[in-house]
């Protein structure tokens, strides 16, 4: 067995300087390994990681691997029965009927499946349901929810439409903000106020800019905090040092470890009377914190 590695060669008695023998061939089962990665570049691309895959690992200490339990509650909506694939890039899941044509287009990267947001979101305390795709040219979101009220009995003044990814961040950010104003205003926090949740429109309002994230329920408007034995505290530029200015300033900053848009009086006049938070996707993961 061992004569037939490439000894028929040893034999040729020429004068010219010999190169180095080439290697053996390589043996089948080496050959016909991994598939070549050539065709698939130009196949279709999967859609982008949804915000609620990547993110909860940073942002959610306190949920343990072992506290999941069957999503029996929420399991029966439209949906079939979640499928696990084995492949390295996970198919998105099955495409439900009313998105079809130009609505799909809008809701792809959305569409993906929340069902562990949502079950993050009822063990935050928060109140919501879901309701119908929402789809109005480029803009929709596949899975928006309808956000009543968060931890503590916080209530949210109009409720807000938000896809979960959103939800979750303005749930676990409103736990700091009651926190907050113990600390600041030695008040329970009672509510928030709310602008623009969903709304097709873009950036700035300005019809020629891109989307703003309230086009596709993933962007919120605080307009203002209130309490149940103190006046409103609207968002505005307040005095320095007195203890709404801290709050307000002491909130913003926390939102920044939540949203990765965070906007608000300062950043321009279009801002100067709410606090913008989104949860916007940005290459190399960057943030907007003004
Ligand atoms: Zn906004």
Excluded at 1 to 8: D, H
Excluded at 27 to 33: F, K, R, S, W, Y
Excluded at 110 to 125: I, V
């Amino acid at each position: 067995m061992l004569a037939l590695c490439g000894g028929a060669r040893a034999q040729a008695g020429t004068a010219i300087p010999v190169p180095p023998p080439a290697p053996p061939a390589r043996p089948a089962e080496l050959v016909t390994g991994p598939p070549e990665p050539g065709p698939s570049l130009d196949a279709p691309r999967p859609p982008e990681r949804p915000p609620e895959l990547t993110t909860p690992a940073v942002k959610a200490p306190e949920i343990k691997p072992d506290d999941t339990k069957p999503a029996e509650t929420k399991a029966s909506e439209t949906k079939p029965a979640e499928t696990k694939p084995a492949e390295p890039t996970p198919l998105p899941p099955a495409r439900p009927p009313e998105l079809s044509g130009e609505a799909a287009l809008a809701v792809t990267v959305a569409a993906a499946d929340d069902t562990a947001c949502r079950q993050r979101l009822e063990r935050l305390g928060a109140r919501f349901e879901p309701v119908p795709a929402l789809s109005d040219g480029q803009c929709g979101a596949a899975r928006p929810l309808k956000i009543t009220a968060l931890a503590g009995d916080l209530a949210l003044n109009p409720p807000a439409t938000l896809v979960c990814g959103a939800a979750e961040a303005l749930a676990r950010w409103a736990t700091e903000a009651q926190t907050l104003a113990e600390r600041d205003l030695s008040q329970p926090l009672k509510g928030l106020s709310l602008g623009t949740t969903y709304l097709c429109r873009g950036q700035n309002h300005d019809p020629d800019a891109k989307l703003s994230e309230h086009a596709f329920a993933n962007g919120i408007d605080v307009m203002g905090f209130t309490f149940a034995n103190r006046a409103v505290i609207a968002v505005a530029p307040l005095p320095e040092g007195t203890p709404e200015a801290a709050f307000l300033a002491h909130a913003r900053a926390k939102a920044c470890g939540f949203f990765r848009t965070v906007l608000g009086p300062g950043t321009d006049a279009a801002h100067a009377n709410h606090f913008h938070l989104d949860e916007r996707e940005r290459t190399a993961g960057h943030r907007l914190c003004q």
